[in-house]
C-alpha cells in the first residue's frame, strides 16, 4: 500500500474497506485529495479524468474527519445533477458505511417520503440531494434549517462542469449563500469533475460567496490507450419523400434491414454498450430497430432506453442491466447517462452524429475502458442523400465534419471548452425571490432587495433593475404590497410557488403520462389519439385510451416499428470547433481513425470545397439573387452575425430572406447586383462602435429561461444582449475572413 502514513491516518472502517477490496494502492488523486482536506482548511477543486478514483477521493478524507468528530447535524451535503447519480452513489457509499455509524441519505423526487421522514426525525450523516430537493428544504423547513445543517461541515458538489455557466448551477451557489445565513460555521466546498478546461474559472465558481482559497491538486493522468472509430452513411428520410418515392423506400426497408441498422447492430451484438444520441426521438427510434433486427434473428431483447421521459423504473431496470456483470446489455440514451455513473465494465460507447462538445466527448468516452482496459468510441454520422444540384451548403456532411474536429481538438491539444459564468440570470432572480418570500413568510422590499441582492449570483443586478422587478411583480399580481408595506406572495404568485415544478429552474414539460395498466412506460408531450401507433421505451404501443383531465395516455404493446418526436435544442457550439472544422475541410491529413465510408466522404467534400473555392472565401454566390455565408464561427458568434445583418443589412442588401442552418452557413436571398457588397457591409458594420444592445429591437423581449415571463422587457433585452450575444468575438472572427482571399 503506497504512502503507508496516509493509509493510517484514514478511519479503521475504511482501512477494512481498502482490504476487502482489494486496493494495492491509493489513486494519486486520491493522495492528493487526503493531502488537501486532512492538512488544510482550503475548499477542493478535484479535476481528474473519469474512473480516476474521484468520488473516493473526496468521501475517504471526509468520512474520515465525520467518523473522529461526528456532526451534531446533517455533516456533508452531496449535490448531484441528476437522480441517476444520486442513486448509484446511494449505492457505493452504502457498501462503503456498512461498518461506519454514519448514516447515508439520498434525497429527489423518486424517494419514498418514509425515507424523507427518517432524516428530518433525525438528520445526521451524509444528505444526497439534487438542486431541485434542496430548495424544497430551504422553502418548506426554513425554520428548522439550523436543526437540519447548523454543524453542516462539507458540501460536494460532483459533475461541476454540468452547473457552471447555466441557472441551474446559479441556484446552487445561491442555495449555499442562504443556507450559510444559519450555520454555525463556514462548510466547506469540493467540486468534482472529469472535463475541465479552464480551472481559474471552476475554482472561481466554486469559491462564489466564500472567504476560503480553493486548492486544485496537479494530478498526473496516465496515458489512457483510446480506440476510436468515425464511419458514414447515407439514409432516407421517407418523411421528406414524396408518396410514391416514400413506398418504394418502405418496401426496401421491410425487405432488407437497412445498412446503417445492421452496421450498429453488428457494433453492439452480444456487447455491453452505451448508445448516444443527442435527442430523445434518436435513443428510441434505434434502440426499435435493433430490437427488431433481434427479434428476427432469434437474439435476446437486451435493449433499453434511458432518457428523461422514461418512467424511473424503466430508467432503473435500464442502469440495472448495465450494471450486471458478464450479462450483455444495450441502452441508447441521452445526457442522462454521460455524468458519472458507474455502470461497471462497459466494452464500447457508440455516438449517434456528433456530440456539441469536446467535454461532451470526453465525458461520454470516459464510460468505456475502465478497469486498465482500453477506451472504445465509436462514431456513427448519418447523412440524407440529396442530389449533385443541391446547393453546396446542403452538400456538406456537417455532423463529420464536426466529429473529427471534436476528437483533433481533444488528441492534438487536450483542448476543452472554457464555460462563460451568466452575468444576468434573470428567471432565477424571480424564482429566488419568490423562494426567499414564501420561506420568510414576508419582508420589506428593502429586507427582500437585501436577502436577494447579496447571493452571489446576482453581484451584476443592480437596485434599480431589482426595483423595476419588484415593481412589475406587484403589477402581474405575484408580489402584494400590503397596508404595513410589506411584500408577501400574491395571488398570481401562489400558482406558480403553490407546484412542485417551482423547485427547478429548468422548463418543465407538462407531459402525458403513459400506462400499460397500471404500470408506467414513461411521458409524451402531445397526447395521440385513440388507435394511433408510437414509440417509447424502444418498443411500439397502440392508444387504447387517453384521460385528457388526469393527462393519462392508455396503451397496449403491439408489433412493428413506429416513431415519436420530441422537440429539443441544439445546444452551444464553441467558436474554436467551427475553426477546427474548416481546417479539417482543407488540411490534406487523414485520419487513422476513419473508416472506409467516412474517409470517402471526407475526401468527396475536400473536392467539393476546393472546387468551389471555399477555401478563399467565406460568401459564395449560390444562384441568381442568392449567397451563402460561411462563418466558421461558434453558436454565439453566429446568432450576433445574424442579427447584424438583419437590423443593419436589410434595406443596404436589398435582403428578402435570412435562414440557415446554425452555426455552419447562413443563406441570404438578396438583390442580385449586391452580392458583391456583403463581404465588404459586413466588415464595415465590424468596424464601427456596434454594441450587443443595438442588435435587439426595443419591440423585443427574448424568453428563454424558464421565468422569463415574469420578467420586465427592459431587463429581458439587457440579459439577452449580455448572454446571448457578443460583438466583440463576432468581430475578432470576421478579421479572421481578412486573412482569405475573399476578393469577388
Not at 60 to 89: F, R
Not at 204 to 213: F, I, K, P, Q, V
Not at 393 to 407: G, H, S
Not at 532 to 560: C, M, N, S, Y
Amino acid at each position: 500500500m503506497s504512502s503507508p502514513s496516509l493509509f493510517s491516518r484514514l478511519a479503521p472502517f475504511i482501512q477494512q474497506y481498502i482490504y476487502n477490496h482489494n486496493w494495492t494502492e491509493l489513486r494519486p488523486v486520491q493522495i492528493e485529495a487526503c493531502k488537501v482536506i486532512f492538512n488544510t482548511d482550503a475548499h477542493l477543486l478535484v479535476a481528474a479524468g473519469t474512473a480516476s478514483g474521484k468520488t473516493e477521493a473526496a468521501f475517504l478524507p471526509v468520512l474520515t474527519l465525520l467518523h473522529e468528530n461526528p456532526s451534531t447535524t446533517i455533516g456533508t451535503l452531496y449535490i448531484g445533477p441528476i437522480k441517476a447519480l444520486i442513486n448509484d452513489q446511494f449505492e457505493r457509499l452504502n457498501d462503503l458505511l456498512k461498518e461506519a455509524d454514519i448514516p447515508v441519505w439520498y434525497w429527489h423526487g423518486d424517494v419514498s417520503q418514509s425515507h424523507k421522514a427518517k432524516l428530518l426525525k433525525n438528520p445526521k450523516g451524509i444528505l444526497q440531494i439534487t438542486p431541485e430537493s434542496l430548495e424544497s428544504l430551504l422553502i418548506n423547513k426554513h425554520h428548522e434549517l439550523t436543526r437540519l445543517f447548523g454543524d453542516l461541515r462539507f458540501v460536494i458538489i460532483d459533475e461541476i462542469h454540468a452547473f457552471m455557466g447555466s441557472e441551474r448551477g446559479c441556484q446552487i451557489l445561491c442555495q449555499l449563500a442562504r443556507l450559510g445565513r444559519v450555520m454555525q460555521r463556514e462548510p466547506r466546498r469540493i467540486g468534482l469533475s472529469a472535463t475541465l478546461g479552464d480551472y481559474s474559472m471552476a475554482e472561481e465558481w466554486l469559491c462564489s460567496g466564500s472567504d476560503r482559497l480553493v486548492v486544485t491538486p496537479n494530478i498526473e493522468g496516465g496515458k489512457r490507450q483510446i480506440r476510436l472509430a468515425v464511419e458514414h452513411f447515407y439514409v432516407y428520410e421517407t418523411n421528406r419523400k414524396g408518396a410514391k418515392d416514400a413506398k418504394k423506400e418502405k418496401e426496401k426497408m421491410e425487405g432488407d434491414v437497412s445498412v446503417y441498422d445492421r452496421y450498429l447492430f453488428n457494433l453492439s451484438k452480444s456487447r455491453k454498450c452505451l448508445i448516444f444520441a443527442n435527442n430523445k426521438s434518436q435513443t428510441e427510434s434505434v434502440i426499435s430497430s435493433l430490437r427488431q433486427i433481434a427479434a428476427e434473428e432469434g437474439y435476446s431483447d437486451i435493449y433499453h432506453v434511458h432518457h428523461g421521459s422514461i418512467s424511473a423504473s424503466l430508467r432503473q431496470a435500464a442502469e440495472a442491466a448495465m450494471r450486471e456483470p458478464n450479462q450483455p446489455a444495450v441502452t441508447a440514451a441521452t445526457l442522462t447517462l454521460e455524468l458519472g455513473i458507474d455502470i461497471g465494465y462497459l466494452e464500447r460507447v457508440i455516438q449517434l452524429e456528433s456530440p456539441l462538445s469536446v467535454a461532451s466527448f470526453l465525458q461520454r468516452l470516459g464510460r468505456t475502458g475502465r478497469r486498465g482496459e482500453a477506451a472504445d468510441m465509436r462514431f456513427v454520422c448519418a447523412e440524407e442523400k440529396v442530389h449533385s444540384e443541391a446547393s453546396l451548403p446542403e452538400q456538406v456532411p456537417w455532423q463529420l465534419l464536426q466529429c473529427i474536429a471534436i476528437i483533433q481538438l481533444y488528441l492534438e491539444e487536450r483542448w476543452i471548452e472554457p464555460i462563460k459564468p451568466l452575468r444576468y440570470p434573470l428567471s432565477l432572480l424571480y424564482h429566488q425571490t419568490m423562494s426567499v418570500l414564501v420561506a420568510m413568510g414576508e419582508l420589506s422590499p428593502a429586507a427582500l432587495a437585501k436577502q436577494v441582492l447579496s447571493l452571489p449570483s446576482f453581484a451584476a443586478i443592480s437596485q434599480e433593475d431589482f426595483k423595476l422587478l419588484l415593481r412589475y411583480l406587484i403589477d402581474i399580481d405575484h408580489l402584494h404590497l400590503t397596508e404595513q408595506g410589506k411584500l408577501i406572495v400574491g395571488l398570481a404568485g401562489e400558482k406558480v410557488v403553490g407546484k412542485f415544478q417551482f423547485y427547478a429552474v429548468f422548463p418543465d414539460n407538462q407531459e402525458y403520462v403513459v400506462k400499460q395498466g397500471t404500470t408506467e412506460i414513461g411521458s409524451i408531450v402531445m397526447p395521440s389519439p385513440v388507435g394511433h401507433v408510437f414509440a417509447l421505451a424502444g418498443k411500439t404501443w397502440e392508444v387504447t385510451d387517453v384521460d385528457f383531465k388526469r393527462k393519462i395516455i392508455l396503451v397496449k404493446q403491439v408489433d412493428g416499428k413506429a416513431s415519436i418526436f420530441w422537440r429539443g435544442g441544439s445546444g452551444t457550439i464553441h467558436t474554436r470547433v467551427l475553426q477546427r472544422m474548416r481546417q479539417v475541410l482543407f488540411e490534406d491529413m487523414e485520419y487513422s481513425y476513419l473508416q472506409n465510408n467516412a474517409l470517402k466522404r471526407l475526401q468527396s467534400v475536400r473536392e467539393l470545397a476546393r472546387d468551389a473555392g471555399l477555401d478563399k472565401r467565406n460568401i459564395l454566390q449560390l444562384e441568381k439573387g442568392k449567397c451563402c455565408i460561411f462563418p466558421w464561427m461558434g453558436t454565439v458568434a453566429y446568432r450576433t452575425l445574424e442579427r447584424l445583418l438583419n437590423c443593419f443589412c436589410r434595406e443596404s442588401l436589398e435582403i428578402s430572406s435570412i435562414s440557415g442552418d446554425h452555426p455552419y452557413f447562413l443563406t441570404l436571398k438578396l438583390a442580385h447586383k449586391k452580392f458583391q457588397s456583403v463581404y465588404f457591409e459586413i466588415v464595415s458594420l465590424c468596424e464601427q462602435r456596434i454594441n450587443n444592445e443595438d442588435l435587439v429591437n426595443d419591440a423585443e423581449a427574448p424568453q428563454i429561461q424558464k421565468y422569463d415571463e415574469f420578467i420586465p422587457y427592459p431587463l429581458l433585452r439587457k440579459a439577452f444582449a449580455s448572454n446571448h450575444l457578443d460583438m466583440s468575438e463576432l468581430r475578432q472572427q470576421v478579421a479572421l475572413w481578412q486573412g482569405y482571399d475573399n476578393s469577388y
